[in-house]
């Protein structure tokens, strides 16, 4: 069983930083697809970033290409998400997910394992 453990969150103001980190552990094959989620009050979860391991092909969100980068640490078996020029609109729980994928990157589809999750809020 995918076991993954988020943290970093917090709250900054509007124009600020923030970086994630999600552990990953538990499992007996190597998720190759890591990625981030958020889901805001009242919203459903989007996909934000998603990085295939073995190949570093990665995915953004059109919301957050420019401002978040998605990078791994295959030794620690962590991914990050560092979270530039923060909006109002990027307010939501974050969650760190797993998955698996035999194509040449991963969609927000491959992701089944999931983290508690970590809040991010935006203030001005």
């Known amino acids: 069983q995918v076991q993954l453990v988020e943290s970093g969150g917090g709250s900054v103001q509007a124009g600020g930083s923030l970086r994630l980190s999600c552990a990953a552990s538990g499992y007996y094959v190597v998720p190759d697809c890591m990625g981030w989620f958020r889901q805001a009050p009242g919203k459903e979860r989007e996909g934000v970033a998603a990085?295939?391991?073995?190949?570093?092909?990665?995915r953004y969100a059109d919301s957050v290409t420019g401002r978040f980068t998605i990078s791994q640490d295959n030794a620690k078996n962590t991914v990050y998400l560092q979270m530039n020029s923060l909006k109002l609109e990027d307010t939501a729980m974050y969650y760190c997910a797993a998955g698996f994928t035999s194509r040449g990157s991963c969609r927000w589809t491959d992701f089944g394992y999931w983290g508690q999750g970590t809040q991010v809020t935006v203030s001005s």
């Open positions: 990085i295939r391991r073995s190949i570093g092909s990665i």
